[in-house]
């Protein structure tokens, strides 16, 4: 007997996954939560299996449920981008985008796109939470953000951008009043401006190549900051040697306002990604800021 999934109910399962609530789920969908329960129960009779699990306070996918949403989430994207191609593939980005950045990358890269997105399409707003807190994408309503590392939520599609580099720069006169870094061991002797992770709390290392290997370095200083912005005003008023991307310092660079130290040491980088819910994946003014992002480097 061959078994047809009523695809309907399928989008259902995989929006109450990716929120973990039916009040959330029912309200994006513009549902009630009742109709909602019953289409999924409808669901669990079809296939003879539990999908959820239900208590008062929250909503969770059993085993079964967590091997048909992971089955399930990728073929419905395409199914929907496949509609969106055959409907209409030229429809102008519209209504409101919701993203979240990194504060340095967002102020540096971002924003630059976001303002030719918003000039070439007056029917779109752009929503842009510009901070180094780690936001939840659903609980929060975001349509995507911004992420560094390798990203884990299975529940979520990662678009690869291009890699941030690291970089160690100084203004040229802290280098005069206080010498050149010309080894790592040499950076004992310099103030080394440092920044505070704010998930773990602890101090972010410096990341090196040493002899084709990469080389985390604990540094000391007595300056911390929480954010990247202040480290860049700091290292260019010449308070010390700093280690950004790359992209927060091109300009100083390319100006001589900061000049690169350990440059035999250079060469690490970093995940960079846009992230977003399956939901996400075919809407036009979400595509046009992702191929907006894919062309840029920095």
Request: proline share 5%; charged share 20%; glycine share 8%.
């Amino acid at each position: 007997m061959t078994l047809i999934m009523d695809l309907n109910a399928l989008r259902l399962l995989v929006r109450v996954a990716e929120t973990r609530s039916f009040t959330r789920a029912a309200g994006d969908l513009g549902l009630t939560q009742s109709g909602l329960s019953r289409a999924i129960s409808r669901l669990e009779q079809q296939l003879g299996v539990r999908l959820l699990q239900r208590n008062t306070r929250s909503v969770s996918l059993t085993p079964d449920g967590q091997v048909l949403v992971e089955r399930a989430a990728p073929l419905l994207a395409e199914l929907a981008h496949a509609e969106h191609l055959l409907l209409d593939r030229r429809e102008s980005p519209s209504g409101m985008l919701k993203i979240s950045t990194p504060s340095l990358f967002g102020r540096k890269v971002v924003m630059p796109v976001i303002g030719e997105l918003t000039a070439q399409h007056p029917g779109l707003s752009i929503e842009a939470v510009m901070t180094d807190r780690v936001v939840d994408i659903i609980d929060e309503g975001f349509d995507a953000v911004v992420r560094t590392g390798v990203i884990q939520d299975q529940r979520l599609i990662a678009r690869p951008l291009a890699p941030l580099r690291w970089v160690t720069v100084a203004a040229p006169g802290y280098l005069e009043r206080h010498g050149t870094p010309r080894h790592l061991a040499d950076l004992q002797q310099h103030n080394c401006l440092a920044v505070r992770n704010l998930r773990s709390g602890r101090l972010v290392d410096w990341q090196f190549m040493d002899q084709g290997k990469p080389l985390d370095l604990a540094v000391q200083g007595r300056l911390i900051f929480d954010i990247g912005d202040a480290l860049v005003d700091a290292v260019l008023g010449g308070f010390g040697i700093a280690q950004l991307m790359e992209f927060a310092v091109r300009e100083a660079l390319d100006t001589g306002r900061l000049v690169p130290v350990l440059q035999e040491h250079a060469g690490r980088s970093r995940e960079l990604s846009l992230v977003y819910p399956p939901s996400r994946q075919c809407s036009p003014k979400l595509t046009a800021f992702a191929e907006a992002l894919v062309r840029l480097s920095w």
